[in-house]
């Protein structure tokens, strides 16, 4: 199952909403989990079974989907959201990841 | 605490071998689904291999018949034998926990990651 991202990155502002999308070329039902990555850290899961808020994740952001199409939104971005988000599905091995998102400053 | 500290990175040339080491802490290895993920210098993400609770283990197509998971309960330290390494496996290798009680709650607990380059 292979895992496409958009977009590969953005630009954004503080306060701002960002959308990302997660596409999986075939079906996974709903076994996808979002995770945020800063430079020089391990990734840190925020978002499993495409909806579900890992505890202590902020509420801010937010998952949604199934089947095939995926979303991570951020309501409001924090200077301590610009990082890499990745995808991965879980419905199946090999547990493939996506390609990730860049969320920068802009 | 659940902690997980991978050791045994390093320098290799291609074609040799190398295993890598994650020892578990705060948890039982053969509780849970455990992976190993690696990730090159400047690239994404790149699932390798998971070892069910049961034993099953399964691969990523570029690892397979090179690479072996496995895990010592006595030791509780989960495994990656690589053998026939290849410069394209230059990364840092993590091992990770799928969170419980169900596998696709994805992977809550990483270590650190050891480095591994093959290079002549």
């Known amino acids: 199952i292979q895992l496409t991202q958009s977009p590969s990155s953005l630009s954004a502002s503080v306060g701002d909403r960002v959308t990302i999308t997660c596409r999986a070329s075939?079906?996974?039902?709903?076994?996808l989990a979002w995770y945020q990555q800063k430079p020089g850290k391990v990734p840190k899961l925020l978002i499993y079974?495409?909806?579900t808020l890992q505890s202590g994740v902020p509420s801010r952001f937010s998952g949604s989907g199934f089947g095939t199409d995926f979303t991570l939104t951020i309501s409001s971005l924090q200077p301590e959201d610009f990082a890499t988000y990745y995808c991965?599905?879980?419905?199946?091995?090999?547990?493939?990841f996506g390609p990730g998102t860049k969320v920068d400053i802009k | 605490e659940v902690q997980l500290v991978e050791s045994g990175g390093g320098l290799i040339q291609p074609g040799g071998s190398l295993r890598l080491s994650c020892a578990a802490s705060?948890?039982?290895?053969?509780?849970?689904?455990m992976s190993w993920v690696r990730q090159a210098p400047g690239k994404g993400l790149e699932w390798v291999s998971v070892?069910?609770?049961?034993?099953?283990?399964y691969y990523t197509d570029s690892v397979k018949g090179r690479f072996t998971i496995s895990r010592d309960t006595s030791k509780n330290t989960l495994y990656l034998q690589m053998n026939s390494l290849r410069g394209e496996d230059s990364a840092v290798y993590h091992c990770?926990?799928?969170?419980?009680?169900?596998?696709?709650?994805?992977?809550?607990?990483w270590g650190q990651g050891t480095t591994v380059t093959v290079s002549s």
């Open positions: 990770a926990t799928h969170q419980v009680p169900y596998y696709y709650y994805g992977l809550d607990v």
């Open positions: 705060g948890f039982t290895v053969s509780s849970t689904y």
């Open positions: 070892i069910y609770s049961g034993g099953t283990t």
């Open positions: 075939q079906g996974i039902s709903g076994y």
């Open positions: 079974i495409a909806s």
């Open positions: 991965q599905q879980l419905n199946s091995s090999p547990f493939t």
